[in-house]
């Protein structure tokens, strides 16, 4: 039986010639999405439960179609959280698909303050935005102009879920929704996960929890020809591993991945908790990969990470400049600026402990103005053989603070310090760090080296996890750039908006 009401609510912010479609609890869903015009509201029962899969199909026009719950407002651009979205309207995935998914072209679709329930078997994707595979081989076809605004996606705590949403999708925004228990089992699993869409993408505002990667951009061979996702923003993001998933069964890796992606800004994030299981513990992780031997074009390039906290992880962040053993494209132009990592710890969460992992020829890397305590060495960096290494050409490091610890800046088969850049970094520029428990006689002029004591009087209340620097911190306008050395750490704190210790 169909039952589909259409009236205008008063209450309700409808475009001007707009409609109001009402499914009540046991209607039929997707009777509406079809029967929708552009700038039509279809509105969901409040805790009501709608099994799909739900298909958005393509529609003429360029007005918004939006699907939501009933009676709900939102305190503007505040996250969802899952006791505050009890109220929201269900959509449940079937053993015939996601719960949501989109036909080829699809376009101008917004899905807010809907709860999206786990699969069955907690395999496959909950919600499908574009195709990931060979059916989407057309960039004509790529659905777009797509939102997924203050949901709350969840797989299920015992059985966990394959992937939360899965990206292949062109111009989409997700924010202001949580995204928890994606996890699996000898498998990985992504909160969102993308690979055969090109982008733009706007990830704000969120709570993404995952055990294999909780953003990654690559993984598998795009289907369109040449294809790169590009212009991602990723900002105002939690993205985090529940301490409680350790030495648990769960399939763990990183906190974000790039394997295929171009003009990448991360900004603003906070980026916890994680470590060496099925990888070795690094936080972040930038690696071209032509997964299955097809996507020799892909690359990982103009990435920018600054204003962002990372901490409680094995390694801080993995740079490999090509794919081994199917050819990919070559790493090139990172900017890491302006970062807090803290409590970067191999004792603790298992790993290396390493600020920085560097290896087969990425180039124009330059990392300045970041604060670091790590328990392992500044970088580690591989490639090529010991009398042939491969070069990492136009790296930059300065302006940082950071721990020597037992190596420093280390290259496999080669002495700390000068040797090692020497043989790595030709032509590097390494300078203005100030470097705890280093020996400045092993590292170009410029910097400054003092004894771990010293270094951590420089700053407030670092056993209580405040990292600002004292009013009368000598690394108070030692940078290059005439300011402070390290991260501007209140800044940070007040654009993540955390409280001080």
Same mark, same amino acid.
């Given at each position: ?34 029967? %929708?015009? &552009? =700038? $039509?509201?279809?509105?969901?029962? *409040?805790?009501?439960?709608? @099994?799909? #899969?739900? /298909?958005?199909? %393509?529609? &003429? =026009? $360029?007005?918004?179609?939006?699907? *939501?719950?009933?009676?709900? @407002?939102? #305190?503007? /651009?505040?996250?969802?959280? &899952? ?20 036909? &080829? ?397």
């Amino acid at each position: 039986m169909r039952i589909i009401l259409t009236a205008l609510w008063l209450s309700a912010a409808v475009p001007g010639g707009s409609s109001i479609i009402n499914v009540p609890a046991g209607a039929d869903l997707q009777d509406a999405i079809d029967r %929708a015009v &552009p =700038g $039509d509201v279809i509105l969901l029962a *409040r805790g009501a439960t709608y @099994t799909g #899969p739900f /298909t958005l199909p %393509a529609k &003429p =026009g $360029d007005r918004f179609i939006t699907i *939501r719950t009933s009676g709900l @407002t939102w #305190p503007g /651009t505040t996250r969802v959280d &899952p006791s505050r979205a009890r109220d929201f309207a269900k959509l449940q995935p079937s053993s015939a698909g996601a719960a949501l998914r989109t036909a &080829p072209g699809a376009h101008h679709w917004r899905v807010q303050m809907l709860e999206f329930l786990p699969a069955p078997n907690g395999n496959g994707d909950i919600v499908q935005l574009g195709d990931g595979s060979n059916a989407q081989r057309d960039r004509a076809s790529i659905p777009h102009d797509l939102v997924i605004d203050h949901c709350y996606l969840h797989g299920d705590p015992i059985k966990g879920q394959k992937r939360g949403i899965a990206l292949n999708s062109a111009a989409t925004t997700i924010s202001a929704s949580y995204i928890s228990d994606i996890k699996a089992i000898g498998q990985d699993s992504q909160g969102i996960g993308g690979w055969n869409g090109p982008g733009p993408y706007t990830i704000e505002n969120n709570y993404i929890e995952a055990a294999g990667e909780n953003i990654l951009f690559g993984g598998s061979d795009p289907a369109v020809a040449g294809l790169v996702s590009e212009d991602i923003t990723i900002r105002r993001n939690h993205l985090a591993k529940p301490e409680a998933w350790r030495d648990q069964r769960w399939q763990v890796k990183n906190l974000f991945e790039l394997k295929n992606a171009r003009r990448v800004l991360v900004e603003s994030n906070l980026i916890e908790n994680n470590w060496l299981d099925a990888q070795a513990g690094y936080a972040i992780v930038l690696t071209p990969r032509n997964q299955d031997g097809a996507c020799t074009w892909c690359t990982v390039e103009d990435v920018t990470m600054r204003g962002n906290l990372v901490r409680r992880s094995g390694g801080a962040i993995s740079i490999l400049g090509t794919d081994n053993p199917h050819p990919s494209g070559t790493a090139r132009r990172f900017r890491i600026e302006d970062n807090l990592f803290v409590e970067i710890d191999g004792q603790k969460w298992r790993g290396s402990g390493a600020f920085l992992l560097i290896g087969d020829g990425p180039s124009d890397v330059v990392i300045q103005h970041n604060t670091v305590w790590q328990t392992g060495n500044v970088i580690e960096a591989y490639g090529g053989t010991k009398n042939r290494p491969v070069g990492i050409p136009g790296f930059t490091f300065k302006d940082n603070l950071i721990f020597n610890n037992e190596f420093g800046v280390h290259g496999a088969d080669r002495a700390p310090g000068m040797d090692s850049l020497n043989a790595y970094f030709p032509a590097a520029v390494f300078t203005s760090n100030a470097i705890a428990g280093g020996d400045c006689r092993l590292y170009p002029g410029g910097n400054r080296c003092l004894d771990r004591a010293s270094f951590a009087s420089q700053f407030t209340a670092p056993d209580r996890g405040d990292y600002r620097l004292t009013a009368s911190s000598s690394f108070r306008a030692a940078a290059s750039d005439g300011t402070d050395l390290g991260a501007n750490v209140a800044r940070l704190y007040l654009i993540l908006g955390l409280r001080l210790p």
